[in-house]
């Protein structure tokens, strides 16, 4: 691929991705629970998204027009809230009240704080939902991307693969979708648990135009996530290759802080790699 | 003899009206929309219509997706294929609280020869548990034209239960149905009998075998099962002391659960449920099945009897 970005992008867009790792891990620790691994996986992509690709408004998140994100595997909420809150959707104050009772940031993402798309938490039913927002804007004349974040286990779903067909099949090249493929589950590697390689090939059969990356590689996520990207008539697959609990040394490839807050020791081990 | 109309017949003319009237109706099918009668609107307005083939998750949440920009998405398939996208809908319609319809037909043993998969009797159950989830029976093909219409008119996720047979019309087209509102449909002083759906006809019918044994039968169509109209069936069960539910589903959670809950909280009044009795139904024709499994007039006029036994003073 031929991509070339001005430097000071993306090493302000690696700054920013480490500032929310450092976020992230936070909040999940004050809560006392969450996502962590599948959290530091996913959060170059959203930055990405949130800071140079999508066209939104965090004043005015019912813009018509804007850019739709639709985060399926909505676990990885703290990410997203970390994202939202960073881009001026709700103040950065909230989001020390992650999973508390009453708090808009809810354990999963869930309407109606500004910014969520989805109520997320049950894996397998985002695609589909973007694919209804896609046919509602052809229907209304739109032209605005509709994206869709996935996990890699949670493409074991069925659902998912119906609206793979239907996004194919009704032509929504205004839906990309982006596979956060940290190769790690809640009980195991994906490979162990249940293998869905070959991922790209099963897409590409699946009828979408299908590009594989560095998930963790800022040129290689701008690239895939132009619009230049796009095939006409097809939607397009963007494989993303991750590294669960990337950032943090004693995380990465680590199955276990899939769903478990680090401890007050860990979290400041994690800042300090982090700094 | 009252006019036979299959309320998904009503179903499919209404939908198309609807379609005429408002052009943010869309419909979705899986793949069953000649069964439907999605498929009225869908040959009139191709481009609103989106079969997602026999895929009834997705059809669910993509519906989810419509409604979320601005659409009102009705959503059909078969009462029991839907039931598998139930906890889609729980999620991207229910929690989500979006302008979804979910319209199935093909409810209850009358499905008839298709067998035991295709004959649903869970549904109302099922749906009506779910948070801000409205959910209809209508009795006839009157009223189905008359809820779908209201349904379209609330902001919010509505569960409509229709059937595949013909049933008789047993009500005016002047009628003026309400959500949430019970139909009085005969007074009566002894016992009264809450039903639903096709059981609304064998109801009166059996009011008029009850009335020749000297009974009075009042009968009550309690069409909106959720939000169910307390006050009514409460004012019924004060005035009857005896309580009959009827309908063309389970006795376990559906219309018969619904009352019980409400009547045992009110007023503790002794009912008897007419349904299937917690079992699977079968192949054979609509008739044979309504014998075999107990919901003819005859049927709901001897639980009527039988719970006149228990009445107290």
């Known amino acids: 691929m031929d991509a070339h970005y001005p430097p000071e992008l993306i090493v302000d867009l690696q700054a920013k991705a480490k500032e929310f790792r450092r976020e992230i891990l936070k909040m999940i620790t004050t809560a006392g629970s969450g996502h962590p691994g599948g959290s530091l996986s996913v959060i170059d992509i959203l930055t990405a998204l949130y800071f140079h690709v999508l066209r939104h408004d965090p004043k005015n998140p019912a813009w018509p027009d804007r850019d739709r994100l639709f985060l399926s595997k909505g676990h990885a909420s703290a990410a997203i809230y970390v994202c939202l809150a960073y881009a001026g959707y709700f103040p950065k104050e909230w989001l020390a009240s992650f999973r508390k009772l009453g708090s808009p940031l809810q ?13 997320g938490g049950s894996l397998g039913q985002g695609l589909s939902v973007a694919n209804g927002s896609a046919l509602a804007a052809r229907l209304d004349g739109k032209n605005h991307r509709i994206f869709c974040v996935m996990g890699d286990g949670e ?9 793979s067909m239907a996004a194919a099949h009704f032509k929504l090249d205004s839906v990309t979708a982006i596979l956060d493929a940290n190769t790690a589950q809640q009980t195991g590697y994906t490979k162990d648990v249940m293998n869905s390689e070959p991922k790209a090939d099963k897409w590409k059969a699946f009828g979408w135009t299908v590009y594989e990356i560095d998930g963790h590689n800022f040129e290689q996520l701008l690239w895939a996530l132009e619009p230049e990207r796009v095939v006409t008539g097809k939607p397009t697959f963007i494989v993303a290759r991750t590294m669960k609990g990337k950032g943090v040394s004693f995380m990465e490839g680590v199955i276990d802080f899939h769903g478990k807050a680090l401890t007050q020791e860990e979290l400041k081990r994690a800042l300090e790699e982090l700094a | 003899m009252p006019e036979m109309i299959a309320t998904r017949d009503a179903y499919g003319k209404a939908l198309l009206q609807l379609g005429r009237e408002n052009p943010n109706i869309v ?4 793949d069953l929309s000649n069964s439907t009668k999605t498929e009225l609107f869908g040959k009139e307005f191709p481009n609103r219509f989106f079969n997602v083939g026999i895929a009834e998750q997705n059809l669910l949440a993509t519906a989810s997706g419509l409604a979320k920009e601005g659409k009102i998405a009705f959503a059909s ?3 029991c294929f839907m039931s598998r996208g139930w906890e889609h809908a729980r999620m991207t319609i229910a929690l989500a609280n979006r302008n979804v319809k979910v319209v199935t037909t093909h409810s209850g043993i009358t499905v008839g020869e298709d067998g035991a998969s295709a004959q649903m009797n869970e549904d109302i159950a099922i749906w009506r548990a779910l948070p801000n989830m409205t959910v209809i029976v209508p009795a006839d093909a009157v009223e189905t034209e008359k809820a779908v219409r209201a349904a379209a008119a609330l902001e919010g996720p509505v569960y409509i239960r229709l059937g595949r047979a013909k049933v008789p019309v047993v009500l005016d087209a002047g009628y003026d149905f309400q959500i949430g509102r019970a139909k009085v449909m005969r007074e009566g002083t002894d016992v009264a009998i809450i039903a639903c759906g096709l059981m609304v006809a064998h109801s009166l019918e059996a009011a008029k075998l009850l009335e020749e044994r000297g009974i009075s039968a009042a009968v009550i169509n309690m069409a909106t099962v959720k939000p169910l109209d307390v006050e009514t069936l409460v004012q019924w069960a004060e005035k009857t002391g005896a309580i009959v539910t009827a309908e063309e589903h389970s006795i376990i959670g559906g219309l018969g659960g619904a009352v019980a809950e409400s009547l045992a909280e009110n007023l503790p009044t002794p009912m008897e ?8 139904g079968e192949s054979g024709t609509p008739d044979e099945l309504l014998q075999k499994y107990g919901l003819t007039p005859v049927h709901v006029a001897e639980a009527a009897e039988e719970v006149l036994t228990r009445k107290t003073a």
Not at chain 1, 107 to 119: Q, S, V
Not at chain 1, 155 to 163: L, T, Y
Not at chain 2, 27 to 30: E, G, N, Q, T
């Open chain 2, 77 to 79: 398939s078969f009462a």
């Open chain 2, 273 to 280: 449920r007419v349904g299937v009795e917690d079992c699977f």
């Open chain 1, 107 to 119: 354990g999963h993402t869930h309407l109606p704080l500004a910014g969520i798309e989805m109520e």
């Open chain 2, 27 to 30: 419909v979705l099918d899986a």
């Open chain 1, 155 to 163: 493409i074991d779903e069925g659902a998912v693969w119906e609206a």
